[in-house]
């Protein structure tokens, strides 16, 4: 018996034995299988950290970035001037992939310095209105062909002068055979804003200015008009003289082009379109040069030289009024648009029933529009190579744009 226990003694503590390296070994996987899994663990929490340092670091330059671009940004809109910068929204509102605002734009290369008076209206956040008058009475105070008192005359020798303006909200004034006002834009917006009228014309018009303060300027030509004048007279050989329109056989009208090759009509015609999104237009000539006496061209009539509905867009014409005047023009292309056409394809449209009209005649014509839609784009189209606009939405200044043409 005693034996036997002891046998059974010693089996026990056998068992235990194995027991225990079983237990101890089991022990040993486990412990190895965690430091596998917490070196896993680890490592995944080392890849996580170091892409946590790497975005923070692409953040810190990004943020970098951003401070100075922002700064970049104060810096030149403080440039602009602090009216400017307390306006807050002058650039922000309505500017799409391809349109600005605000935006001036205006016809020919005399609007490169009409435009530098309209942007400082527009930058610091003025009325389209204010702006399109401003402008073109920078054109109004200069010596040229076809604008201002310093134009060149009539047949029979005298500077008329004819302004149309309209504002956003489908008001409108003009003036026609206007004489010895300079700045007959500024009248036919008092006759807007002052009178229950839309046109007035000749002494009437003289009388409503000098009722308003505005000064009699001197009859007289400018030394470039009356040389200009003078080799008209020579190569016409129109004589002045009374009734006139009695008299058959004279042939001394106004020629398609002057001796130099330019276009006998440079208008300035000006649209805007300010930051609130208002549209206004304007549009200021002396007419065709040794015109015969009283005739009127397009840019006093609205719908014709010039026509702003700030649901659709604004346009105005330039070149022979006449041409202008037979097909609407203006109002033409504004309703082009209001149809979803471009402002680049409303002008051409408008362009083309010209051509159409004259047939092989067009070679001899030159009409231009220019146009800006609700969005602020804008566009342009004319008969024959020659045109351009002038276009400002920066401090930079104006682009002076050549014009597609139909015409080769």
Avoid at 171 to 182: D, M, T
Avoid at 203 to 224: I, R, T, V
Avoid at 290 to 304: E, Q, T, V, Y
Avoid at 360 to 385: L, P, S, T, W
Wanted: aromatic share 8%; net charge positive.
């Amino acid at each position: 018996m005693l034996l036997k226990s002891q046998k059974n003694i010693k089996k026990s503590k056998y068992e235990k034995n194995c027991y225990r390296r079983e237990f101890e070994n089991e022990i040993y996987n486990s412990i190895n299988v965690c430091s596998a899994n917490i070196v896993e663990i680890l490592g995944f929490i080392f890849q996580i950290c170091f892409n946590c340092c790497c975005y923070l670091s692409a953040l810190n330059n990004l943020n970098q970035q951003l401070n100075m671009l922002h700064r970049r940004r104060f810096l030149q809109m403080g440039s602009l001037g602090a009216g400017t910068f307390l306006s807050g929204k002058l650039f922000a509102s309505g500017n799409g992939a391809k349109g600005k605002m605000p935006l001036v734009i205006s016809t020919w290369d005399a609007g490169i310095n009409a435009n530098k008076a309209a942007w400082q209206v527009l930058r610091n956040g003025g009325r389209a209105l204010d702006a399109v008058e401003q402008g073109v009475m920078v054109t109004e105070s200069e010596i040229s062909c076809c604008v201002g008192l310093g134009a060149n005359p009539d047949r029979d020798g005298h500077v008329t002068l004819d302004a149309s303006i309209m504002d956003e909200h489908g008001n409108c004034g003009s003036v026609a055979f206007l004489e010895r006002i300079k700045h007959p834009v500024s009248v036919a917006r008092r006759v807007m804003e002052k009178t229950p009228h839309v046109m007035l014309v000749g002494s009437g018009a003289q009388q409503f200015a000098l009722s308003e303060g505005f000064p009699l300027e001197e009859d007289k030509l400018s030394a470039d008009a009356q040389k200009a004048y003078d080799e008209w007279l020579k190569k016409s050989e129109y004589k002045p003289q009374i009734n006139i329109e009695n008299t058959k056989g004279q042939n001394g009208f106004a020629p398609a082009k002057f001796s130099s090759g330019a276009w006998n009509h440079d208008t300035i015609g000006m649209l805007a379109i300010d930051a609130k999104g208002s549209l206004s237009g304007s549009c200021t000539t002396s007419g065709m040069g040794f015109k015969m006496r009283g005739r009127l061209g397009d840019s006093p009539i609205i719908g014709a030289g010039l026509y702003v509905d700030n649901e659709a867009g604004a346009a105005v014409a330039t070149g022979v009024g006449e041409e202008v005047i037979k097909i609407c023009g203006t109002h033409l292309v504004v309703e082009l648009m209001r149809q979803g056409l471009s402002p680049e394809d409303a002008c051409k449209r408008a362009v083309e029933k010209i051509v159409k009209r004259n047939g092989a005649k067009a070679k001899d014509i030159q009409v231009a529009f220019i146009a800006i839609n609700k969005k602020g784009e804008h566009g342009a189209y004319c008969i024959q190579k020659g045109f351009n606009f002038a276009l400002c939405y920066a401090d930079s200044g104006s682009l002076l744009i050549d014009a597609k043409h139909i015409l080769p």
